[in-house]
Nanobody, 126 residues
Framework: QVQLVESGGGLVGAGGSLRLSCAAS????????MGWFRQAPGKEREFVAA????????DYADSVKCRFTISRDNAKNMVYLQIDSLKPEDTAVYYC???????????????????WGQGTQVTVAS
């Protein structure tokens, strides 16, 4: 099993920045990649970014590519999501997730992931 705990969310004004963190524990040595998703009220959970533990290659949703940066610290089993130039439409609960499977393509679907954190709320005031 893997446990994931997100932190770093909060209330911020438009144009501001946040750095979200995800701490992974448990069977992390078997996991292949980490992802960030978000879910706004009344909407489906959507992919934001993903990063592979080995090599650090990344995937991004087109809608966030210029403003979001995913990174990882293998030694600490931590994954981060830097969000810049925040917009009100970025308001959502942000979830991190992990997968054991070594998919060859983008890791942008929720059913590719095996474990999820409880989420951290990001609210952007206009």
């Amino acid at each position: 099993q893997v446990q994931l705990v997100e932190s770093g969310g909060g209330l911020v004004g438009a144009g501001g920045s946040l750095r979200l963190s995800c701490a992974a524990s448990g069977r992390t040595f078997s996991t292949y990649a980490m992802g960030w998703f978000r879910q706004a009220p009344g909407k489906e959970r959507e992919f934001v970014a993903a990063i592979r533990w080995s090599g650090g290659s990344t995937d991004y949703a087109d809608s966030v590519k210029c403003r979001f940066t995913i990174s990882r610290d293998n030694a600490k089993n931590m994954v981060y999501l830097q969000i810049d130039s925040l917009k009100p439409e970025d308001t959502a609960v942000y979830y991190c997730a992990t997968t054991f499977s070594r998919y060859s393509g983008p890791l942008s679907y929720t059913d590719q992931y095996d474990y999820w954190g409880q989420g951290t709320q990001v609210t952007v005031a206009s």
